[in-house]
């Protein structure tokens, strides 16, 4: 008869390397200025979590039509979030100007605060 012995595994332990943080992994958080329908919220949202721009503005009407959050959720985004950098075939509206300076204005104001 045989005995049979426990087998002692030997565990090493292998390096672990953490991935860095890199801009690659997750893009800023930025508005789109190349994929835009309104003010590139969605996909700059879309861009920066990897979910699909579609689903992004199809909960911002969800969320407008379920009691209208979606509409001021929105906006809020559109101000909070900075702009992409404009590339020379990036298009701009009129309203996107107005976010800017109203944006850069509340920027300035906080600035002043600061000190």
């Avoid at 990036?90 to 600035?111: G, H, K, P």
């Amino acid at each position: 008869m045989t005995e049979t012995t426990p087998i002692d595994s030997v565990q090493t332990e292998t390096p672990r390397t953490e991935s860095p943080h890199t801009e690659a992994a997750h893009p800023p958080l930025e508005r789109s200025r190349t994929h835009l329908m309104v003010g590139g919220v969605a996909a700059g949202l879309a861009r920066h979590t990897g979910i699909d721009v579609l689903l992004w503005r199809l909960g911002f009407v969800a969320l407008t039509f379920a009691g209208g959050a979606g509409f001021f959720l929105y906006l809020a985004l559109w101000l909070l979030m900075p702009a992409a950098p404009a590339g020379p075939t990036d298009r701009t509206n009129v309203l996107d100007e107005w976010v800017e300076r109203l944006r850069a204005r509340f920027t300035r104001q906080n600035a002043y605060v600061a000190r």
